[in-house]
């Protein structure tokens, strides 16, 4: 029985000393090539450069900053808007102006009943013509100021623009294909409100993007050129 034992012992020590000896098995994270890492790591670390560059300009109505759930024309899965800018507020004064103006013509044609000396059906028939077209103007406009949209995204520029809300015309060029920037504020209600048009030369297929009647166009031209010199390090 001793004899038993002992080989019994001797056997189970070696066989943890054979387990020890077998190296570790290594999962999936452990067989990546290091050289693989780098290229994201390279993209995370110019992503947080950019989200540096674009947090020193102050969000509002009409500028956002990393906004979430932005969807645009050929969006990467790893792209990011990191500002979406609309024309500025004070520019929808026209539309808006006009709806109300339109409102109080129909509020006062049945105050002081205009069409009086017209039959009832008539009276009636322009009367909701009149309404449908007033709604038309403020649903056209609100539609107009919303869609025609400008993003900055961490790999380029967009330039959505719709036209007549039934035409679409999109314009693109990476960051790094930046030329030139310029902007101007023209108009006192510009200087006011400070909001103006940036005019970005590039050397994509379209070679003029333009963003018109932004907020705070100074700081975002500042903001596309320190972008375009990040993307080209």
Known sequence: MAVIYKATKEGQEKQKSSVAAQPPVEGKKGREDPSSLKPIKRRKKKRDLYRDITHKIRPGVGLQLEPKGVKFADKD???????????????????????????????????????????????????????????????????????????????????????????????????????????????????????GDIYVQTAGAKPQIEFLKVPHPAQVASILRKLREAASS
């Open 77 to 195: 899965k790893d792209e990011e808007a990191l500002v979406v800018l609309r024309r500025h507020p004070v520019t929808n004064a026209p539309w808006i102006i006009l709806t109300i103006i339109m409102f109080f013509t129909l509020f006062f044609n049945f105050h002081f009943n205009w069409l009086g000396s017209l039959p009832v059906s008539l009276r009636l028939t322009i009367n909701y013509a009149w309404l449908v077209l007033t709604l038309l103007v403020a649903w056209s406009g609100l539609l107009s100021w919303y869609f025609n949209v400008n993003i900055i995204s961490d790999k380029r520029i967009i330039d959505v623009d719709f036209h007549d809300l039934i035409y679409r015309e999109v314009s693109d060029a990476n960051l790094e294909k930046i030329e030139d920037v310029t902007h101007n504020m023209g108009g006192l209600l510009g200087i006011i409100f400070n909001f």
